[in-house]
């Protein structure tokens, strides 16, 4: 069985920062893209970045571009989000995703066979 657990959320001021961790297991790691999408109060779930199985890769939504960096260690199952420059409206509960597909299948059309269950972030203004 997949899991993919999520850690780091929190509350933070406007321009602060916060990394999130992605912990997986129950699948073959290194044979998936990862990612990362949210979603707000009454808005739909939306992309946010993602990475290439090998970690060469990466793809970004321009709302989070120069701000967001998205990286992996295969060795330890993990995909994080360094989160810097943070603002109120990145305020979303933020969800690991691992697709079989490619960064840009999952950023453009949210190809995603396993989801996490999500990690608040809260940024006060």
């Known amino acids: 069985q997949v899991h993919l657990v999520e850690s780091g959320g929190g509350l933070v001021q406007a321009g602060g920062s916060l990394r999130l961790s992605c912990a997986a297991s129950g699948l073959t790691f290194s044979s998936y893209a990862m990612g990362w999408f949210r979603q707000a109060p009454g808005k739909e779930r939306e992309f946010v970045a993602a990475i290439s199985k090998s970690g060469v890769f990466t793809y970004y939504a321009d709302s989070v571009k120069g701000r967001f960096t998205i990286s992996r260690d295969n060795a330890k199952n993990t995909v994080y989000l360094q989160m810097n420059s943070l603002k109120p409206e990145d305020t979303a509960v933020h969800y690991c995703?691992?697709?079989?597909?490619?960064?840009?299948?999952?950023?453009?059309?949210?190809?995603?066979?396993?989801w996490g269950q999500g990690t608040q972030v809260t940024v006060s203004s």
């Open positions: 995703a691992a697709a079989t597909s490619t960064t840009q299948a999952m950023g453009v059309r949210g190809q995603v066979d396993y």
